[in-house]
């Protein structure tokens, strides 16, 4: 069974940095790209970063481009999302997703993310 | 950047109707679309793939058709546990993008 659970949420001032952990099991990792998806209190969804398998290729919403970093490590199947110059708008429901041929299949439960001062 | 323009983004409806919603494209996406059910407090969950495929153990009175910009979901005849939020994923390039929602609700 696919298991996604992410960690790393909390209370951060605005300009702050935040990292956010996803670890994996239940599948082979290093197999899958994996995205990270948002949703603000109240608001839509909003899809924010992806990466491949092997990390290599790395894409991001204009919104985070400059400001927000996914990684991976393979031998620890674990996603993360280095998150710096926070912003109160940032304050969201983090989820992080696997990809099955570009698609968003599997996702964890979330972790919520509140950017106040 | 592909927009998704979903319509309606809310609507109310009883046990039994048939319901359509639907997502638009800015431009095409071949079939490079996803339709998600989402609950109060739960992650999404995904229904249809590659825009009319219906996803394993999904039951079969949800379908979904389109192709290149225009796209809907059909409920055929709602359920009480099908009072949920959808949307639509496009797939096709990055920047991905969510269609905004539509709020299904009990009439």
């Known amino acids: 069974e696919v298991q996604l659970l992410e960690s790393g949420g909390g209370l951060v001032q605005p300009g702050g940095s935040l990292r956010l952990s996803c670890a994996a099991s239940?599948?082979?990792?290093?197999?899958?790209?994996m995205s990270w998806v948002r949703q603000a209190p109240g608001k839509g969804l909003e899809w924010v970063s992806a990466i491949s398998g092997s990390g290599g290729s790395t894409y991001y919403a204009d919104s985070v481009k400059g400001r927000f970093t996914i990684s991976r490590d393979n031998s620890k199947n674990t996603l993360y999302l280095q998150m710096n110059s926070l912003k109160t708008e940032d304050t969201a429901v983090y989820y992080c997703?696997?990809?099955?041929?570009?698609?968003?299949?599997?996702w964890g439960q979330g972790t919520l993310v509140t950017v106040s001062s | 950047d592909i927009q998704m323009t979903q319509s309606p983004s809310s609507l109310s409806a009883s046990v039994g109707d048939r319901v359509t919603i639907t997502c638009r494209a800015s431009q095409g996406i071949r079939n490079d679309l996803g339709w998600y059910q989402q609950k109060p407090g739960k992650a999404p969950k995904r229904l249809i793939y590659a825009a009319s495929s219906l996803q394993s153990g999904v039951p079969s009175r949800f379908s979904g058709s389109g192709s290149g910009t225009e796209f809907t979901l059909t409920i055929s005849s709602l359920q009480p546990e099908d009072f949920a939020t959808y949307y639509c994923l496009q797939h096709n390039s990055y920047p991905r993008t969510f269609g905004q929602g539509t709020k299904l609700e009990i009439k």
């Open positions: 239940g599948f082979t990792f290093s197999s899958y790209a």
């Open positions: 997703t696997r990809l099955v041929l570009q698609q968003l299949v599997d």
